[in-house]
């Protein structure tokens, strides 16, 4: 009974999500047009949204040729850095000396910022999936990483000293109880990376590259198809919500017995 209750419960606040979500998406194509009519911007500096869908339309089979390569990219860069960020966050927390060998290579990584080291991947990897995927996993890898250890090193003291006087070993310790403790942790660095993997694909594609979103973008833009290039970020844009919605359901599955939403407080009369 609870656990339809519960069903029932979820599934009104998806509905109710959903139609607000309609609701501000109808509101900004209407200010949209607004802004196109009221001050009669050429299409080449700010098509309208009836000419985005119609180019949308004309052109989906070349859309979605190219949206499924930015989309493997995507999706390679998100595991690799994933197991990358994981085996990092593990291989630090099992000793001082570890972490201190190993942090200041990690935050590295996230000192280089992509836009830069970007035409060199290229240049290394070549204008293929490779240099894409690995450009998604160096923007990735950092988050993933940082919240996972930051997990790991935050576990209950408490909860530790029981694995002592139970005779766990540190390995064990840190399999046992480390590791769930930081799952929730882990959760958040995913979606965060979620929600960065687009930017190291679709730069890749900018710098180099002979199929893809960004691809496609970057010439419309130099031959002046400003509605194909707003198509091409709409479609990048409904890939993204739908990772973070993917990223969402796997995490609340993984950390199943941690609620997301404090229930209110009850004020004393």
């Known amino acids: 009974?609870?656990?339809?209750?519960?069903?029932?419960?979820?599934?009104?606040?998806?509905?109710?999500a959903f139609l607000r979500a309609l609701v501000i998406c109808a509101l900004l194509i209407a200010i949209w047009q607004a802004v196109v009519v009221l001050f009669d911007l050429p299409p080449f500096m700010l098509p309208g949204p009836f000419r985005v869908a119609a180019s949308l339309a004309n052109n989906f089979s070349y859309l979605l040729g190219h949206a499924a390569v930015t989309a493997s990219e995507?999706?390679?860069?998100?595991?690799?850095g994933l197991v990358l960020g994981v085996a990092t966050g593990l291989f630090m927390a099992m000793s001082p000396s570890a972490e201190r060998m190993v942090f200041p290579v990690v935050l590295a990584t996230q000192a280089l910022p992509v836009f830069a080291i970007a035409p060199l991947l290229v240049l290394w990897f070549g204008f293929g999936l490779a240099s894409k995927v690995i450009m998604a996993t160096l923007i990735i890898y950092f988050?993933?990483?940082?919240?996972?250890?930051?997990?790991?090193?935050?576990?209950?003291?408490?909860?530790?000293?029981?694995?002592?006087?139970?005779?766990?070993?540190?390995?064990?310790?840190?399999?046992?109880?480390?590791?769930?403790?930081?799952?929730?942790?882990?959760?958040?660095?995913?979606?965060?990376?979620?929600?960065?993997?687009?930017?190291?694909?679709?730069?890749?594609?900018?710098?180099?590259?002979?199929?893809?979103?960004?691809?496609?973008?970057?010439?419309?833009?130099g031959r002046m198809q400003t509605d194909l290039m707003f198509a091409s970020l709409f479609i990048l844009a409904v890939f993204v919500v739908l990772l973070r919605y993917g990223t969402d359901q796997l995490t609340r599955r993984l950390v199943f017995w941690m609620p997301e939403h404090q229930p209110q407080s009850i004020n004393a009369t």
């Not at 009974?1 to 419960?9: E, G, Y």
């Not at 003291?157 to 882990?186: K, N, V």
């Open 74 to 80: 995507i999706l390679l860069g998100l595991l690799l």
């Open 1 to 16: 009974m609870t656990r339809s209750v519960n069903t029932i419960t979820a599934h009104r606040r998806l509905t109710g």
């Open 143 to 221: 988050p993933i990483t940082s919240a996972f250890f930051d997990g790991l090193r935050r576990t209950d003291p408490d909860l530790l000293d029981l694995g002592r006087i139970a005779g766990a070993s540190p390995l064990q310790s840190l399999l046992h109880l480390r590791l769930p403790s930081a799952l929730p942790s882990l959760s958040s660095g995913l979606r965060v990376g979620a929600s960065l993997a687009p930017i190291g694909a679709v730069v890749g594609e900018w710098v180099g590259s002979s199929a893809g979103l960004g691809f496609v973008m970057l010439h419309a833009n």
